[in-house]
């Protein structure tokens, strides 16, 4: 297993769909995951720590993991099959230890919001990981991505969270 970090939460400029990367902590390369927007939001809010009314699904999330007095150790993904990619939460539950089947994304989000560490299996990277040109985006082309990224999230609104309502 290799720890990574979220290196960015972005919107791939050829699709117009959001990715998040995943870098190697001691290493070149990264594992670029393509995710919903709804899970790009929740990335970023939790990242930028931009408060919202109500709890978020993944503030649930920890709020329940919590109550249950149970701690997120490591989230880990694990695998890709036909362009889905497969994580598991590794939770610690008093003295017993628990995998969690999940999404990346929503794994991720959860990590962003209890800051437990990310990994990617080894095999995984090895078939999957890419080196990037350059870590660092030229300046207009960071500034690109920044204004894409607030104009994506000036247009999301409750209903992109699958209800109208608020509950």
Same mark, same amino acid.
């Not at 959001?18 to 939790?46: D, H, N």
């Not at 989230?75 to 590794?90: K, L, R």
């Given at each position: ?7 960015? #939460? ?8 959001? %990715?998040?990367?995943?870098q ?25 720590? #931009?408060? %919202? ?22 989230? #880990? %993904?694990?695998?890709v ?23 990346? $994304? ?11 560490p ?6 995984l ?20 991505? #920044? ?16 209800? $109208?309502?608020?509950?």
């Amino acid at each position: 297993m290799l720890e990574v970090r979220l290196s960015a #939460v972005q919107v791939d400029l050829q699709s117009n769909n959001p %990715v998040i990367l995943l870098q190697e902590k001691e290493g070149e390369r990264s594992l670029p995951i393509f995710i919903g927007a709804p899970e790009a939001t929740a990335i970023a809010f939790a990242l930028q720590q #931009v408060p %919202v009314a109500r709890p978020m699904t993944h503030d649930l999330m920890r709020e329940l993991i919590d109550a249950l007095g149970a701690q997120v150790i490591r989230v #880990v %993904v694990t695998e890709v099959q036909q362009d889905t990619f497969y994580a598991e939460i590794h939770l610690e539950v008093g003295s017993r230890q628990v995998q969690v089947s999940s999404r990346p $994304s929503d794994a991720i989000a959860l990590a962003t919001r209890t800051g437990s560490p990310l990994f990617v299996e080894d095999e995984l990277m090895e078939m999957a990981g890419v080196v990037l040109e350059s870590d660092e985006p030229e300046e207009e082309e960071s500034e690109e991505l #920044v204004s894409q990224f607030r104009e994506f999230l000036d247009d999301v609104s409750p209903e992109d969270f699958g209800g $109208s309502s608020p509950g």
